[in-house]
C-alpha cells in the first residue's frame, strides 16, 4: 500500500484528480470504478472541469441504496450524474451503475459481476472509508472475499448517511463486495478529516480482519491511499511514509 500525506482535502483531491487523468491519458478506454459520498466530492469537481476526454471512459459504481430508482435524489445513481457523469458527455452505453429499484436483487449482483468481467475488469476503482472501516457497503463482518450482493447496513452507516431530520432512504444496499474491489487492478483511496484518523491508523497499520473490511487493501498489489495531515495524524509511522514519498528510490518514479 503506498501512502501520500497531503496538507488538506484540496490537495488530496488534487492529487487524486492527477492520477485518475493520468490513467485515463494512457488508456482512454479506461474502466473506472466511480465511489459515492462527501469525500469525492472535491475529485469530481476537478475531473469535470478538466480537459482531460472521458467520453471513450467505461464507468461502474461500488453500491446503490435498495428500493431507490435513478431518479431519486438521495440515489447513489442521481449523486453521480449531477456531480460528474452529466458533465463528461459520456455515451450511456459507457455507464453501468448499480440499480437499486430492481426486484432480484440477487441476479442484478450477479450481473453486474458479469458486466465488469465483460469490460475487461476495473482498472482503477476510486474508494473511500467509512468510520467504522467498511469500504462500498462491505460493514465489519463482511468477508474479505465477497462479491457484489445485497447488504444490510449499520445503524453506524444508517447515521452517517441519515438526512438532518429525515429517516433513513433504505436499510438496505447493493455492493460489490471487497473480493470484487480487490480484483480491480488499481485502487486509489481518499479520505479527508480527523473524524476518520482512527479508523485510518486501523486499516492501515491494523491487523487484517474483516471487522475493519479496508485492511483488505494491505494485499492488494497496487493500491494508493492519499489522506490529509487530519486524517493521517494518529498514524505511527506517518513521517516514515513522508519520507518515502518524498525519496523514491525507483528511478523515474514519480
Ligand atoms: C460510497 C461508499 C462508501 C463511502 C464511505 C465514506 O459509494 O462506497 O463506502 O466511500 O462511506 O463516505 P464519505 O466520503 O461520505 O465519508
Known sequence: MEILIERDYDAVCERASAVVREAVKKKPSLVLGLAT????VGL???LRKSTTSFKAVRFFNLDELYGVGPEHEES???FLRVNLLDHLKVPEKNVKLLRGDVKDLDKAAEDYEKAIKKAGGIDLQILGVGNNGHIA???PGSSLGSRTRPKTLTDETLAQYRKPGKEPVSNFALTMGCGT??????????VSGEGKSAVVREFIEGPVTAEIPASVLQFHPSALVILDEAAASKLKRRDYYKWVASNKWRAGQK
Open 37 to 40: 459520498g462527501k469525500t469525492p
Open 44 to 46: 469530481y469537481e476537478r
Open 76 to 78: 447513489f445513481n442521481h
Open 137 to 139: 457497503f462491505n460493514e
Open 181 to 190: 474491489i480487490m480484483d480491480a487492478r488499481r485502487l486509489l483511496m481518499i
